[in-house]
């Protein structure tokens, strides 16, 4: 089945650390960047960094110096490495990335299952 696994979220308090992974599964990464995204309630889905084909990256000015985002192509995993959290993190954390299938199938644009992050003040 092709599809996002994302893990790591949690309860973690102000200034702590969390790693977030979103792996490929049934598939790879194609060479289209890969985002993380992130939705707190009441609030719309914010894209708050990107990782293209070749390495490059960007961030959300209010995550800029504390998130890392980074990508194992052998392992067809994503992190989101999250330091120095503020209660303002707090969301459900989504990756989207686009996947060939390595079966039958149609490459297409596909969402994880999200993962909570709270970050207690």
């Known amino acids: 089945q092709v599809q996002l696994v994302e893990s790591g979220g949690g309860l973690v308090q102000a200034g702590g650390s969390l790693r977030l992974s979103c792996a490929a599964s049934g598939s790879t990464f194609s060479r289209n960047a890969i985002g993380w995204y992130r939705q707190a309630p009441g609030n719309q889905r914010e894209l708050v960094a990107t990782i293209g084909g070749g390495g490059s990256t960007n961030y959300v000015d209010s995550v800029k110096g504390r998130f890392t985002i980074s990508r194992d192509n052998a392992k067809n995993t994503v992190y989101l490495q999250m330091n120095s959290l503020k209660p303002e993190d707090t969301a459900v954390y989504y990756c989207?990335?686009?996947?060939?299938?390595?079966?039958?199938?149609?490459?297409?644009?596909?969402w994880g299952q999200g993962t909570q992050v709270t970050v207690s003040s």
């Open positions: 989207n990335a686009h996947l060939i299938p390595r079966v039958a199938g149609i490459p297409a644009w596909y």
